[in-house]
Nanobody, 117 residues
Framework: QVQLVESGGGLVQAGDSLRLSCAAS????????MAWFRQAPGKQRELVAR???????FYVDSVKGRFTIWRDNAKNTVYLQMRSLKLEDTAVYYC???????????WGQGTQVTVSS
């Protein structure tokens, strides 16, 4: 059974940087497509960035050039480096894995990122 645990969230000021980590256990991490989602208060959850098992990446337009996703298969961990944070980046950030074909089906518990002015 695959489990994901996020860490690294916190309260930062606009313009600061933050790195999120997502540690996976219980499966074969290297073959999973991984992603970071976020959900802001009153808004739907949205995909922020994803990285495939062959390390191709995708970013939503609002974070391009500011966020970087990468994975370390030796550590079973996926990261999200966030730079030049904006107030609108405030959200709960979730790590997700696509273990079976279809939608992302394994989720972490989420980590809060709050950006203040």
């Amino acid at each position: 059974q695959v489990q994901l645990v996020e860490s690294g969230g916190g309260l930062v000021q606009a313009g600061d940087s933050l790195r999120l980590s997502c540690a996976a256990s219980g499966g074969t991490f290297s073959v999973y497509n991984m992603a970071w989602f976020r959900q802001a208060p009153g808004k739907q959850r949205e995909l922020v960035a994803r990285i495939s098992s062959v390390v191709s990446t995708f970013y939503v337009d609002s974070v391009k050039g500011r966020f970087t996703i990468w994975r370390d298969n030796a550590k079973n961990t996926v990261y999200l480096q966030m730079r030049s944070l904006k107030l609108e980046d405030t959200a709960v950030y979730y790590c997700a894995a696509r273990v079976r074909a279809g939608d992302y089906d394994v989720w972490g518990q989420g980590t809060q990122v709050t950006v203040s002015s």
